[in-house]
Every structure is written in C-alpha cells, then in structure tokens.
C-alpha cells in the first residue's frame, strides 16, 4: 500500500531504517514492584506501571475497623475546634 514517491505506507506505520511494515508492537515497560518487563495493552486492568500480576486485586477485601466510641468523640471535637478556628481565621475582620 505504498503511495508512488511517498516513503510512508498510506497506515502511516513506519519502522524506521527497516522495510518492515505492519502493525507497532504495544510498549514495553518495567513493573515497579517486581521489575520485570510486561507488555502494555490497551484493555490490561490495574496500573500502567504494573504487570498483570502485580496489578490482580486482592482476594480479601480490606474491612475496615470500627472506630470506638472514644475515637469518634475525639474527632468529632477536633472537627469542632477545626471549624472554629477557620470561622476565627476567615471572619475576625483583621
């Protein structure tokens, strides 16, 4: 598929020195918690920085831990000095 005088195929694929045509490879790239080499494909779930193995969900979801009622109290009053503090910062008028 050649276009007369033109050094492009007419997909614009070009494999620079070489007269190899085709389609481009996908990329390769490192993963950063294993280091090895992976394939980077478009439909490849996870991160782009990781292999397919490294990028597998968990099996057991993370429960989170119910906060005490001793924790809840203590954020509630340091959500309160927080609020009123903002309140003095942005409306004392200095």
């Given at each position: 598929m050649n ?12 494999y ?5 045509w085709g389609?481009?490879?996908f990329p390769?790239k ?19 920085n990781r ?14 831990e119910?906060?005490?009622v ?5 954020s ?7 609020r ?8 004392s008028?200095?």
């Amino acid at each position: 598929m050649n276009r007369p005088g033109h050094p492009f195929p007419a997909n614009g694929v070009y494999y620079g020195d070489s007269n190899l045509w085709g389609v481009m490879p996908f990329p390769i790239k490192v993963c950063v918690v294993c280091e090895e080499e992976f394939e980077l494909k478009p439909d490849k779930p996870g991160f782009a920085n990781r292999c397919p193995k490294c990028s597998e969900p968990e099996d057991e979801p993370v429960a989170k831990e119910s906060a005490g009622v001793e924790e809840l109290r203590s954020s509630r009053e340091a959500m309160e000095a927080r609020r009123k503090a903002m309140k003095e910062l942005l409306y004392s008028g200095k």
